[in-house]
């Protein structure tokens, strides 16, 4: 028999209108949503399949407080109600891109519209303002179709944008290490650098593409340019959740170039707004289980998002040994994660991403090294951060988590949190 584990509020997959929902509990500690709109029916969704223990994962969790959040999402704009501070502030730069990806929660490529860059440069301005000089992530589409890119990594860091990240699919990175060399000096900190796979084959279905070894030359590339490089999988059932063991063994061996990786399990928005018929939703419970079983991790050293819902997502730090095995760091940063605030959680996720040894010599034992200085260094220079965000979609969004998200979505003067403001209804 179901049992309610707690009310919430989500919307209507087709109309987003908000409604009531409810999490129940299923079968093998599985947990699901389930929600019914007076005009376009019940709808029901996997949010847990039982691989890993709920209600430790989610311990602290606030519910909803009855009455609360009915203006949302459709009302969003930091309202109020919002519990979390902007930690990361995505600004789309373009919506041109060289690929048409199968999934794209931005619809790149789909327009040739972009800003310019006096508008592009007033909402860097508002934005460093408004938030405090967070995290700023340039998108797009894809953002280094724009040739003045540089400038505006320059001038972001100028506004009092602290760290400035860039999302991109790399193939000009790979192409023009000029223009990289051009990013780098203007104060670019961090790539966010999609990478799917180790075979060209998911390259193809999911990019229309082999893309490998131009994904591959553009982390060379970075690398030599001491840009820190977190490699960012779709992760979609029967494409390549089945590399992904290979997927972290191959980031362990390209450290500290790459500083880690940022699984996205496939959420149904954008360019590919519905599940496919049959298809199986892959919860962060099935993730967290396949990288421990293919990659040989603990699961327990799997930890739940800083500031944001722990349903969200989780961020985990590990050693990397002679042998190429992860050793969790749990026990050091532990402690870190209790719920904090969002500027907090800017800078502790920042100094991971980022490229902040101090080249070549550092990295390099001494005899007069003590072991904890030792420890230190292989901290600095050795450390793999494996980290996940699961982004909801109309089917599954829960309000209770987008009240406390921290990653924000510039949007025509308005800030939004991300997985409102790229929500797409599925058809009747």
Not at 131 to 145: A, D, K
Not at 188 to 215: C, H, M, W
Not at 283 to 289: G, H, P, W, Y
Not at 403 to 418: A, E, L, N
Request: one cysteine or more.
């Amino acid at each position: 028999m179901e049992k309610i584990l707690r009310a919430t509020r989500s919307v209507c997959p087709v109309c987003l209108k908000n409604i009531p929902a409810v999490l129940v509990s299923g079968s093998g500690g599985s947990v699901i949503m389930e929600k019914s709109c007076p005009e376009h029916g019940s709808f029901s969704a996997a949010v847990w399949q039982g691989l890993m223990d709920f209600d430790r994962w989610t311990q602290g969790s606030e519910a909803l407080p009855d009455g609360g959040a009915l203006g949302c999402p459709q009302g969003c704009g930091l309202c109020g109600e919002h519990e979390t501070e902007t930690c990361c502030a995505l600004l789309e730069v373009t919506s041109r891109c060289d690929l048409h990806c199968r999934f794209c929660f931005a619809r790149g490529g789909e327009s040739s519209a972009q800003p310019s860059e006096d508008e592009l440069k007033a909402a860097i301005r508002d934005i460093s303002e408004r938030c405090g000089g967070p995290l700023l992530q340039l998108s797009g589409g894809e953002p280094t179709m724009r040739d003045d890119l540089p400038g505006l990594v320059r001038y972001a860091k100028e506004a009092g944008c602290r760290y400035v990240q860039l999302n991109t699919n790399g193939l000009r990175l790979a192409k023009d290490p000029d223009y990289a060399a051009r990013l780098a000096e203007a104060g670019l900190d961090i790539v966010f650098l999609q990478f799917d796979g180790t075979d060209n084959s998911i390259y193809e279905y999911l990019r229309g593409a082999p893309l490998l070894e131009t994904k591959l030359e553009a982390i060379r590339v970075c690398g030599g340019l001491r840009i820190g490089v977190t490699l960012v999988p779709t992760v979609v059932p029967g494409v390549n959740d089945g590399d992904l063991g290979r997927l972290v063994s191959l980031a362990a061996s390209l450290s500290p170039a790459v500083r880690g990786v940022h699984f996205q399990p496939v959420s149904y928005f954008g360019r590919y707004p519905e599940m496919p018929d049959g298809g199986e939703r892959y919860t962060l419970d099935r993730l967290m289980r396949d990288i421990s079983d293919q990659a040989g991790i603990d699961p327990d050293s799997f930890m739940p998002s800083r500031c944001d819902h722990p349903l969200c997502g989780f961020h985990s730090d590990y050693l990397i040994e002679p042998t190429g095995e992860l050793s969790p760091l749990s026990s050091i940063t532990r402690a870190l994660f209790g719920r904090s605030r969002a500027k907090e959680n800017r800078e502790y996720v920042a100094k991971h991403w980022r490229r902040a040894d101090g080249g070549a010599e550092s990295e390099k034992s001494s005899s007069s090294e003590t072991d904890f200085d030792v420890f230190l260094r292989r901290i600095k220079t050795e450390r793999l951060t494996l980290s996940a965000m699961a982004f909801q979609d109309a089917m599954n969004l829960n309000i209770e988590r987008l009240r406390r998200c921290s990653m924000h979505v510039y949007d025509g003067g308005r800030i939004k949190p991300f997985c409102s403001r790229y929500l797409s209804p599925v058809a009747p």
